[in-house]
Nanobody, 127 residues
Framework: QVELVESGGDSVQAGGSLRLSCAASTYTYISRCWGWFRQAPGKEREGVAT???????TYADFAKGRFTISGDNNKNTMYLQMHSLTPEDTATYYC?????????????????????WGQGTQVTVSS
């Protein structure tokens, strides 16, 4: 069993930046797909970014050029650096990981394919 804990959510003004963190309870960073998702009220959970085996990254169109996903293998932690935030980015942000050996190419944005989820961290962007 792997526990994920997100942190870093906050309320910011439009144009601001935030860095979210996702810490895993056990060593798991390299061997599986990690992802960030978000869910706004009344909307379905959507993918934001993924990182595959600690190297290959993928971004949703809305995240390209503004968000950066990264990880620290030594700390077993994943990050999401967000810049130029807009009110449309307001949501609860979740981190998730796939099973051992999973590839983000296979998991993609399918939430059902991710095995473990954090509790979420709230990001609120005001205009």
């Amino acid at each position: 069993q792997v526990e994920l804990v997100e942190s870093g959510g906050d309320s910011v003004q439009a144009g601001g930046s935030l860095r979210l963190s996702c810490a895993a309870s056990t060593y798991t960073y390299i061997s599986r797909c990690w992802g960030w998702f978000r869910q706004a009220p009344g909307k379905e959970r959507e993918g934001v970014a993924t990182i595959d085996f600690g190297t290959t990254t993928t971004y949703a169109d809305f995240a390209k050029g503004r968000f950066t996903i990264s990880g620290d293998n030594n700390k077993n932690t994943m990050y999401l650096q967000m810049h130029s935030l807009t009110p449309e980015d307001t949501a609860t942000y979740y981190c998730a990981i796939g099973g051992l050996g999973s590839s983000c190419t296979f998991l993609r944005w399918d939430v059902a394919r991710y095995d473990y989820w954090g509790q979420g961290t709230q990001v609120t962007v005001s205009s």
